[in-house]
C-alpha cells in the first residue's frame, strides 16, 4: 500500500517511474507513482555533496 493523493492505494495498480540527476552541488534521485495520466505520489532524496555557504559565513552580518 502507498499513500497517495487518492488516499492508500495498491502499488500493482500504479505505474511506478524512477529518475535521477547529479552535479557538482547535489544527487538526487526520486520515485514517482502514477495513476493514468495523474501523478499521485512522489518521494524525493537529496543528497549534498558540498556543505552549502551562509552569508554569515561571507561577513554578510555585522
Keep these: 500500500m502507498i499513500t497517495t493523493t487518492k488516499g492508500n492505494m495498491d502499488e500493482a495498480l500504479l505505474e511506478k517511474r524512477e529518475g535521477q540527476f547529479e552535479d557538482d552541488n ?22 549534498l555533496k558540498k556543505p552549502m555557504i551562509s ?3 561571507i561577513g554578510g552580518f555585522s
Design 26 to 47: 547535489e544527487s538526487t534521485a526520486w520515485v514517482e507513482y502514477w495513476d493514468g495520466d495523474e501523478m499521485v505520489h512522489r518521494s524525493v532524496h537529496v543528497h
Design 55 to 57: 552569508t554569515s559565513e
